[in-house]
T-cell receptor
Framework: SQTIHQWPATLVQPVGSPLSLECTVE??????LYWYRQAAGRGLQLLFY??????ISSEVPQNLSASRPQDRQFILSSKKLLLSDSGFYLC???????????FGPGTRLTVT | KNEVEQSPQNLTAQEGEFITINCSYS?????LHWLQQHPGGGIVSLFM???GKKKHGRLIATINIQEKHSSLHITASHPRDSAVYIC???????????FGKGTRLSVIA
């Protein structure tokens, strides 16, 4: 069966520090991968999605970036965090043309 | 205007009540998801539907493609149903979901 992992589960970082959040999927190959963010009091927002290794689409311009170094690995990064980067980050995957998306457990990021 | 609108934003109900959460969308879709987000943040997919009606336990989801509207019903509500319920639509197979802002449900014993 397929599983999706995210780490860390929680993170407290100072403003201006770097960020690296990791998402990995097991039990499938060539998944579509997504990073979403939920800021406090707001709905889920798509940040990046990827349909293959090295293929990243950005939905919202900001100081975050994403990379997909391996088929089942999706990384969200920042060189310098802003207070506004605080939120709950969710990774999700889907397969091919399937309509079903599966969510990871999420990472709660607090920038202080 | 958001492509996916949910109502109500907040809902408080007494245990046992029948609950309805509504979702309207303005784009053509391939499928619609109902998601449940618990206080810890984790998201669970409740339903994915593209037509008609689905039922799982006390939860029922319906969709009217012509009217671009979906409803999520909870029968015999219970405090453990307290969560944020999110409607999300998919415009094609491998594109990202477009989310509504969610409905926060509190069920009081």
């Amino acid at each position: 069966s397929q599983t999706i992992h995210q780490w860390p589960a929680t993170l407290v970082q100072p403003v201006g520090s770097p960020l690296s959040l990791e998402c990995t999927v097991e039990g499938t190959s060539n998944p579509n991968l997504y990073w979403y963010r939920q800021a406090a009091g707001r709905g889920l927002q798509l940040l990046f999605y990827s349909v293959g290794i090295g293929q990243i689409s950005s939905e919202v311009p900001q100081n975050l970036s994403a990379s997909r170094p391996q088929d089942r690995q999706f990384i969200l990064s920042s060189k310098k965090l802003l207070l506004s980067d605080s939120g709950f980050y969710l990774c999700a995957w889907s397969h091919g043309s399937s309509y079903e998306q599966y969510f990871g457990p999420g990472t709660r990021l607090t920038v202080t | 205007k958001n492509e996916v609108e949910q109502s109500p934003q907040n809902l408080t109900a007494q245990e046992g009540e029948f609950i309805t959460i509504n979702c309207s969308y303005s784009v053509g879709i391939s499928a619609l998801h109902w998601l449940q987000q618990h206080p810890g943040g984790g998201i669970v997919s409740l339903f994915m539907l593209s037509s008609g009606k689905k039922k799982h336990g006390r939860l029922i989801a319906t969709i009217n493609i012509q009217e671009k509207h979906s409803s999520l019903h909870i029968t015999a509500s219970h405090p453990r149903d307290s969560a944020v319920y999110i409607c999300a639509v998919l415009t094609s197979g491998n594109t990202p979901l477009v989310f509504g802002k969610g409905t926060r449900l509190s069920v009081i014993a």
